[in-house]
């Protein structure tokens, strides 16, 4: 149902070196990029997320309450995108592991404060 997402920040260049290495471990691609917005998608044709400067000019801030949160494919994804996220600097938010029967997911921020989950569901 969801087309993409947009993270506001307010330097796409210093961001991206948090997202690329993240979002590989997902299978995504840098699709788009100028000097206001840069997107990752699982194909060139599909942008699922979007890096953007706010199109106000005033700067970005964090969403209280928003989180975006990414799907894996296997618990040892979950593990390695948790890992490589704080490694880049991310701040931890609840470590990988169960919750609940069938899920299984990790929580981290990124370099400016957004928050993100990533899940693998069974």
Do not use: H
Request: charged share 20%; aromatic share 12%.
């Amino acid at each position: 149902m969801i087309g993409y997402v947009c993270i506001g920040t307010n330097d796409p260049v210093v961001a991206a070196k948090f997202y690329d290495p993240v979002l590989t471990l997902l299978g995504a691609k840098r699709t788009w990029e100028t000097e206001r917005y840069i997107g990752w998608g699982s194909t060139p044709e599909r942008t699922n997320l979007l890096l953007i400067k706010p199109l106000d000019g005033k700067p970005a801030s964090v969403g209280n309450g928003s989180m975006v949160s990414f799907a894996a494919d296997s618990k040892a994804t979950v593990d390695a995108i948790y890992k490589q996220a704080l490694a880049l600097g991310g701040k931890d938010e609840g470590p990988a592991g169960a919750r609940g029967d069938n899920f299984y997911a990790a929580y981290f921020r990124d370099l400016e404060g957004n928050k993100l989950a990533v899940y693998y569901s069974s």
